[in-house]
C-alpha cells in the first residue's frame, strides 16, 4: 500500500498538477454552454480515469494473485481499498492545491507552487522509508510494530483490513486504522464537494495574473560564462539556456522534485542504520567511521536523466528559429544548453549534499565528492549519448511524460552501481587509489566531452520542425 501510494501522490504531482491547474480550457469552454461545475468534474473524471490505469498497472497482478491465493474476498477487498486510494491521492493533491490557490495569488502564486512542490516530494520520500521501518523480519517472520506515526501514514489505514480479515490478529488498532482510511477519504470527498471545488475554479484564474517581475542588474558572475563557453555561438545558448530555465515554470515543476530528492536520498539511505545504533551520538559515530559518503552516487542515479527534461516547453513552437540561425553545428546549442543546466542546478544542488557530507566527515572526502562528481557528468555525457537529441526547449511536454525511459534509467543505475564498487576498491586496495580514480574519470570525462557533441542536423528532434 506504501509503494502505490506513493508512486501515485507523486504521478499526481508532477506529471497531473499541469492539468488540475490548467487555464486554457475556460476560455475556450466556459463560453459555451457548460459551467464550471461541469468542466471540474470532466477534469477529476479524467485524472481518475488515469489514476485507476496507472493503480491497476501496479497492483493488478497482486490483485489476481490475491484472488487465487486468498479467494473473492481478499479480491474485492483489495479492489475497494485501491477505489479508495485513487480517490485519497486526488482529493489530497486536489485539496492541497486548494490551500494553496486560496492563500497566495499572482507571481507569487507560481513560485509557492514550486516550492510546496519540492517540499512534498521530499515529505513522501521520507514517510515512504518509514513504513519500512515498520516491520521487522525475524526468523523469516514478520513483524508488525505499530509507533504513534503509524496512524499518520495512509498506508497503514488501508492495509489494516487485511489483518482483520485474513489473519487471526484483532486488536482494536486495526479497526481503529480500518475506520480512519475510510473516514478521511470520505471526509475529504465532502470537503472538496460542498467547500473546496466551487471556489477552486475560481480560484485558477490567480493564474492568469501577471504579477510585476523583480528587475535585476548585471549579474557580478557575469564573467563566468565567458569562462565555461569560450566558443561566442556556445556562450549566446549558455546564456539563453539560463534564461529560460528561470522562466519556464511548468519545467521547474518537473526539475524540482527530483532535484530535491536527488539531495535527500544519500540520507534516506543512512536511515538504514539508525536500528544498529543505540543513540544520535553512537549513529553519527557509526557513519563517520564508515564510507557511507558513497551513497552520493544515488543522487547520480537521478541526477543524470533530468538534462532531457531542459528538451520540453511550452514555447516550443518557437524551435524554428534554430533553424533559421547562422549556426552550422547544433552540438554547440547542445553544449552551451547542458552546461547551463549544469551551472544552474547540477552544481549548486550536489554542493548543497556536499557541503553536509563534508560537516559529517570532514575535509578529508573533498577528494572522493570530486570523483563523484567528475562520474556524475560521466554518467549524464552517457545517458546524452543514448537519448534523442532534442535542442533545449524544443518538444512539447506531452511528447514525454516521464524523464527518461526505463532503459536509460536502468542504465545509469548500473553504470552508477559500478562505479561506486570501482570508488570502494580502489579507496581501500591502492595506497594511491583516489588519484588514481579522479584521473581515470577526469580523462574519460574529457574524451567523451569532447565526442559528443558532434552531431548533424539530422540527428535532431524537433517539434516545430
Same mark, same amino acid.
Given at each position: ?152 501514514? @495512509? ?24 475506520? &480512519? ?8 470527498l465532502i470537503l472538496y464537494i460542498k467547500a473546496a471545488a466551487p471556489a477552486f475554479e475560481q480560484n485558477l484564474q490567480k493564474l492568469t495574473r501577471s504579477g510585476c517581475g523583480r528587475t535585476k542588474g548585471l549579474s557580478r558572475l557575469h564573467k563566468i560564462p565567458a569562462l565555461l563557453c569560450p ?25 524540482? @522534485? ?15 542504520? *539508525? ?48 533553424? *533559421? ?40 572526502? &573533498? @577528494? ?23 535542442? @533545449? ?68 528532434v524537433c517539434d516545430a520542425g
Amino acid at each position: 500500500m506504501g509503494m502505490i501510494l506513493f508512486l501515485l501522490l507523486t504521478t499526481m504531482i508532477s506529471d497531473f498538477s499541469s492539468v488540475l491547474l490548467d487555464v486554457q480550457d475556460r476560455a475556450i469552454l466556459l463560453t459555451r454552454p457548460v459551467n464550471v461545475k461541469t468542466l471540474n468534474a470532466a477534469k477529476l473524471l479524467y485524472i481518475l480515469y488515469y489514476l485507476a490505469g496507472i493503480t491497476l498497472s501496479l497492483a493488478g497482478v497482486s490483485l489476481i494473485a490475491g484472488f487465487f491465493k486468498y479467494g473473492v474476498w481478499f479480491f474485492l477487498t483489495m479492489f475497494l481499498i485501491l477505489i479508495l486510494i485513487c480517490c485519497f491521492s486526488l482529493l489530497f493533491t486536489a485539496i492541497f492545491y486548494f490551500a494553496i490557490l486560496h492563500l497566495f495569488s499572482g507571481e507569487k502564486l507560481r513560485d509557492i507552487i514550486n516550492y510546496f512542490q519540492v517540499i512534498l516530494t521530499v515529505f513522501m520520500t521520507v514517510v515512504y522509508q518509514l513504513v519500512g521501518r515498520m516491520f521487522n523480519l525475524i526468523d523469516l517472520n514478520v513483524l508488525i510494530d505499530l509507533h504513534w506515526w503509524s496512524y499518520l501514514l @495512509p498506508s497503514s489505514w488501508f492495509a489494516a483490513p487485511f489483518i482483520i480479515l485474513f489473519s487471526d490478529e484483532h486488536a482494536a488498532a486495526y479497526f481503529l486504522l480500518s475506520a &480512519i482510511g475510510i473516514i478521511i477519504p470520505a471526509l475529504a470527498l465532502i470537503l472538496y464537494i460542498k467547500a473546496a471545488a466551487p471556489a477552486f475554479e475560481q480560484n485558477l484564474q490567480k493564474l492568469t495574473r501577471s504579477g510585476c517581475g523583480r528587475t535585476k542588474g548585471l549579474s557580478r558572475l557575469h564573467k563566468i560564462p565567458a569562462l565555461l563557453c569560450p566558443n561566442h555561438d556556445e556562450r549566446v545558448f549558455f546564456e539563453f539556456t539560463r534564461s529560460m530555465l528561470k522562466s519556464e515554470r511548468k519545467l521547474k515543476l518537473r526539475l524540482f @522534485p527530483s532535484l530535491a530528492l536527488g539531495v535527500i536520498m544519500p540520507f534516506i539511505m543512512l536511515l538504514s542504520l *539508525v536500528h544498529i545504533a543505540t543513540s544520535i551520538s553512537d549513529f553519527l559515530q557509526t557513519v563517520s567511521q564508515g564510507k557511507y559518503y558513497l551513497y552520493a552516487y544515488f543522487s547520480i542515479v537521478i541526477y543524470s536523466t533530468l538534462f532531457s527534461v531542459v528538451g520540453k516547453s511550452e514555447s516550443y513552437r518557437g524551435a524554428w528559429i534554430y533553424k *533559421v540561425m547562422p549556426v552550422d553545428n547544433p552540438g554547440l546549442v547542445l553544449r552551451g544548453g547542458m552546461k547551463a543546466f549544469l551551472y544552474k542546478y547540477i552544481v549548486p544542488f550536489y554542493l548543497l549534499t556536499c557541503v553536509i557530507f563534508i560537516m559529517l566527515w570532514g575535509v578529508r572526502i &573533498i @577528494p572522493d565528492l570530486l570523483i563523484i562528481f567528475m562520474n556524475l557528468i560521466l554518467v549524464m555525457l552517457f545517458v546524452f549519448l543514448l537519448s534523442k537529441k532534442e535542442l @533545449p526547449f524544443s518538444q512539447n511536454f506531452r511528447a514525454d511524460q516521464g524523464t527518461g525511459s526505463l532503459g536509460v534509467v536502468l542504465l545509469s543505475f548500473l553504470l552508477c552501481g559500478s562505479m561506486a564498487a570501482a570508488h570502494y576498491l580502489l579507496a581501500t586496495r591502492l595506497n594511491y587509489g583516489l588519484a588514481l580514480n579522479l584521473g581515470i574519470s577526469t580523462v574519460l570525462t574529457v574524451f567523451l566531452w569532447c565526442k559528443s557533441f558532434h552531431i548533424s542536423w539530422d540527428q535532431i528532434v524537433c517539434d516545430a520542425g
